[in-house]
């Protein structure tokens, strides 16, 4: 939840050190991932509010508190039913109707 807003949302960490590819690589494929997300206008995909490939993250537990930082992330509007690669899992299949609403 955002605390200032009070608006939920829903925050994306994306691992850059992955075996086989190099970390330059992977923020590449990053970056483009958020433009295309950034530059997407649909009622069906969730907009980026806000991204750092820098980014500190703070977890706080019982005993301590633990700063981790340059971290990849995006801060993307919450998509409040989920995501659509969940609901076409369950669902199997649905009407032509309902398929020109979700993608049109």
Known sequence: ???ETQRK??????RVSTPGI???KALECLIREIRAL???????????????LDGVL???????TRRKSGVCYYVMRLAEYGELYKF????????????RSLFA
């Open 58 to 64: 703070v977890k706080r537990g019982e005993s301590k």
């Open 88 to 99: 076409i899992e369950h669902t199997e299949r649905f009407s032509e109707r309902l398929a």
């Open 9 to 14: 949302v829903a925050i994306k960490f994306l």
């Open 1 to 3: 939840m955002n605390i």
């Open 38 to 52: 950034a530059d997407c206008e649909h009622k069906n995909v969730a907009k980026i509010i806000e991204a750092s």
């Open 22 to 24: 190099s970390k330059h």
